[in-house]
């Protein structure tokens, strides 16, 4: 018998009250608070007689540690960071300049160089980082300032009066299994905060809350998504430069998908290898997970890892609808940030420059809001203006139509995106439309029963151990860690939909796209098709993959017991 | 006359808990910082001995507050029989050890008189004229100072530590004892104890056993692993299992090896039905001597395995059982 997490109800919860919270440590979020204390720290030093503190801001971090939970490619353009911290460069974890770059078209033996780097391919000047240690970094910055970062606690649900959120409720703690509090039950604590603001990272479980509260997306285009599948390799030296960027298209994937692969030379000869994969597939059995490992076997990258070592896995959703994508964000006493809002440019596959920036942003508006003592819709709708006058806006007006032009394959794709090139974004129309990625999975019926030209992308991974990896190979060296008796913090709405209807129409491909084999379709005769659904929920990496990818949209993720998740050293 | 404090010591079968000490030391700094005069009590069917042994310390006064039906413990005679004592003696502040019998009890006394309790305190600070106590929260990254806004009698707890018990001053003379005898209705006790409960030991410690009978999904039913369990009897060994097996309850949460379980480094560490992922094998590749059995020959078991056994455990396990119970009934 399965039993989803939800807050336990009728306890006494302990109130708080704060000026901010912010939920999620990530770059957004570290971003925004460290920028109130700068804007906080000046205030004071200016008007002694009227002094703001610090005291009641607060950080939520579901991870145990700062940054243990996340994941990124990644390179870093330091246009936001450079604003927030004039200088980064002598302090950050930069792990190298970028010093080349390539980007390559894939057959399944060959490859391709394009003539020239596509524009914004082009990564002069970024930065070759390790996500997991920068964000580190920033979050001592912003513990130096006096900012309390509550880390081993998530937000579990926001809380509301009338149409304005005034607060977030905490994880309950010590709850067993089947939802009994433990001997060590310790309820969520409700902060009630002036400014709530989301910086939880791609699909947010609070914005999605608050997403279809206020119905928000009812203007935008559907949020679409791609999910990263990365490994971290140690390599014999030589093999790739420090700063090397190599970015590729094609195979594994065949033109009906979109995605492609990153390869990152780091420092010490760890190399960054991983694979978008668009959460827009068609064939059910696809595995994301599986996709990494066909990669791998191209000739040319199995010689730049042979005699290497895997020695970190992880995953990530990441959303690359872009700006018409976007909800509105700010209302009457919220904010959300950074991948929770989609800030992310999909032609550069880059956002953390992004979370940053709509973080300092965001900390302006929130600075106003607490000097006023004002966080109604049409203050904190300040936040929405900044955006839209920013350079967050400039560089994401550009490629606004861009993945919408692949939705109906790569060649489509490449004819709409020369286009939107020329034309500053608008290719065919000024806004094109989008369709959500899982309506376009279809199934079992409508496909080849061997899979086409897809077969090597379906179904699990086998793995050979040195070069491949099976799912469960790969997520031990994700590190991941739950308390294992406690409820399943992946919610199945109605599980009937798996035994009976899913199973038959579309294969439980729920078993396919989690790439830390959470779902699992087990033997059960007294089911109809002999199969019932069954969860590893301690396995999760919260990339977030199944609460987009389910073809009913019956599974929402939320965050499990605080301190559980993966453990993304180097990541 | 001055405020009061009275400290409720802690006793369990005619057993004084010591971590009482550490709220006698808590009473006795509040006293020194407000001027309050400390008094504590003891409640049970027979607390004269206790109540003498605490007088010892530096105290105006103890009382025994006493009723034979304070015996055994339950929260309704407790709570009954402090709130009688408590309404007439009306002190200013009663303090206690944060244990899991006050946990129990003081909730349903707070409520009886309409106060409010701030539980699992730290510390105190008497800031002009004010007293204020400390707590942890945020899982003690925050503290958070507490005052009562409430009428007298103020309850407040005291975690485990937050004092020194051996700082208890004693006194220059015993404390004088007085014993008050409570009357608890009949029908106040609803409670009916049952035996105390002991947190079971760890049935096994299967670090040190030197075999392990491991089973894993090949088992298949619940009710197959009966045959496992029968296989560790004739070997003297014990049962373990995979994540998924004590995932479905199949066996208790202490039997798992792996990641997720114990670490295992037995002489000879049999696995039945394990196909070998490696969040199994790094609780138990430093065993001896690993055989598998699994269906599968591809299972990466038996890379790791020094003996392989490529076959159905059901086909394989019984005559097994019979061969070991031969083997030791010969030897």
């Known amino acids: ?160 009066e009338g149409d304005r959120v005034t607060g977030v409720r905490t994880d309950d703690k010590g709850v067993d299994k089947e939802g009994h509090p433990k001997s060590n039950f310790e309820p969520g604590y409700d902060l009630k905060a002036k400014v709530v603001i989301l910086a939880e990272g791609p699909r947010g479980s609070l914005t999605k809350q608050l997403i279809e509260k206020f119905d928000l997306a009812k203007d935008a285009n559907p949020q679409t998504y791609g999910v990263g599948i990365k490994e971290l390799w140690e390599v014999p030296s030589g093999r790739i430069a420090a700063g090397e960027v190599i970015y590729t298209m094609g195979w594994p994937l065949t033109t009906h998908e979109y995605g492609g692969a990153w390869i990152y030379g780091s420092k010490d000869n760890v190399v960054s290898l991983g694979f978008v994969t ?88 929130a600075f106003d809001a607490l000097k006023k003592d004002d966080s109604s819709a049409a203050m904190l709708g300040q936040f929405q203006k900044k955006v839209e006058s920013s350079w967050i806006k400039q560089e994401l007006w550009k490629v606004r139509n861009l993945h919408q032009g692949f939705e109906n394959g790569m060649f489509a794709g490449m004819f709409h995106t020369g286009l939107q090139m020329i034309t500053g974004g608008r290719g065919l129309r000024n806004r094109y439309p989008a369709k959500a990625g899982y309506a376009h999975m279809q199934k079992l019926s409508n496909l080849p029963a061997d899979g086409g030209p897809e077969a090597h992308l379906l179904g699990p991974a086998k793995g050979d151990g040195k070069l491949t990896f099976d799912k469960l190979t790969d997520l031990y060296h994700s590190g991941t860690k739950h308390e294992e008796d406690q409820p399943s913090h992946l919610v199945i709405h109605d599980t009937n939909v798996c035994n009976t209807k899913c199973v038959k129409e579309y294969g439980s491909p729920c078993q396919n796209f989690c790439p830390a084999n959470v779902y699992e379709m087990v033997d059960d005769a007294s089911q109809p098709n002999g199969k019932r659904i069954s969860l590893n929920p301690s396995n999760c990496v919260h990339c977030k993959t199944c609460d987009i990818a389910d073809p009913y949209q019956i599974i929402t993720w939320v965050p499990p017991e605080g301190g559980g998740g993966p453990n993304y050293d180097g990541m | 006359m001055p405020d009061t404090i009275l400290v409720v010591v802690e006793q369990r079968e005619g057993k004084l808990n010591r971590v009482s000490w550490e709220t006698i030391t808590a009473g006795q700094a509040i006293a020194a ?192 692993i009966e045959i496992a369990k029968q296989l560790a009897d004739a070997l003297g060994g014990d049962l373990a299992a995979s994540r998924p097996i004590c995932d479905s309850g199949w066996l208790p949460m202490d039997r798992q090896i792996g990641s997720s379980g114990q670490t295992v480094a037995p002489k000879l560490y049999l696995a039945l039905g394990i196909s070998g992922a490696i969040q199994h094998i790094v609780g138990m590749k430093g065993s001896r001597a690993i055989i598998a059995v699994n269906k599968d020959s591809e299972a990466p078991i038996f890379e790791i395995a020094d003996y392989a056994i490529v076959g159905n455990l059901f086909d394989i396990i019984p005559p097994l059982i019979e061969e070991v119970k031969k083997a030791k009934a010969g030897g």
């Open chain 1, 1 to 160: 018998m399965l039993f989803f997490r939800k807050p336990i109800e009728g306890v006494e919860r302990p109130q708080m009250p704060a000026d901010v919270v912010i939920v999620g440590g990530g770059p957004a979020g570290m971003a925004c608070a460290l920028r109130l204390a700068q804007l906080i720290d000046a205030h004071n030093a200016a008007h002694p007689d009227a002094q703001l503190s610090k005291e009641n801001i607060y950080v939520l971090e579901k991870a145990r540690e700062i940054g243990q939970h996340c994941l990124s490619g990644a390179l870093l353009d330091p246009r936001a960071i450079a604003e927030l911290l004039p200088d980064f460069e002598k302090e950050a974890p930069l792990d190298a300049k970028v010093i080349k770059e390539g980007v390559y078209f894939l057959t399944e033996k060959s490859k391709f160089k394009f003539p020239i780097t596509p524009p914004f391919l082009r990564d002069h000047g970024n930065y070759v980082i390790s996500l997991n240690k920068f964000v580190k970094w920033l979050g001592s910055k912003v513990e130096e300032t006096g900012i309390t970062i509550f880390t081993g606690f998530a937000g579990s649900e926001l809380l509301f």
């Open chain 2, 33 to 224: 910082a407000t001027g309050w005069t400390l008094e504590a009590a003891v409640v049970g069917s027979a607390p004269a001995s206790i109540a003498a042994e605490v007088a010892g310390k530096k105290l105006a006064k103890v009382y025994a507050i006493e009723s034979p039906k304070l015996e055994p413990y339950t929260p309704d005679a407790f709570a009954a029989a402090l709130k009688q004592f408590l309404s007439s003696k009306q002190p200013k502040l009663v303090l206690m050890p944060h244990t899991y019998q006050v946990r129990d009890f003081v909730p349903k006394l707070a409520t009886a008189m309409g106060r409010t309790v701030i539980s699992d305190c730290i510390g105190f600070k008497h800031e002009s004229g004010k007293l204020v106590f400390t707590r942890q929260m945020f899982q003690g990254k925050l503290a958070a100072d507490v005052s009562f806004t409430s009428e007298a009698p103020w309850f407040a707890t005291f975690q485990n530590g937050a004092f020194r018990g051996d700082k208890a001053e004693e006194g220059a003379s015993a404390a004088p004892v007085e014993t008050v005898s409570v009357d608890i209705a009949d029908g106040v006790i609803r409670n009916k104890p049952q035996e105390v409960f002991k947190e079971a030991k760890q049935a096994v410690d299967l670090t040190q056993a030197e075999i392990i009978v491991a089973v894993g999904r090949g088992i298949k039913e619940q009710k197959n």
């Open chain 1, 278 to 365: 668009g959460l827009d597939y068609a064939d059910p059995r696809l595995d994301p997970q599986r996709v990494l490992q066909q990669f791998k076997r191209h000739p040319w990258v199995a010689k730049l890892l042979e005699g290497g070592k895997m020695i970190r896995y992880g995953a990530k959703t990441m959303p690359y609808g872009g700006w018409w994508a976007i909800p509105p964000v700010a209302g009457n006493g919220w904010m959300i940030l950074g991948d929770s809002a989609g800030f992310l440019n999909s032609a550069r596959l880059k956002g953390i420059h992004l979370a940053i920036k709509s973080g300092m942003l965001a900390a302006e508006t």
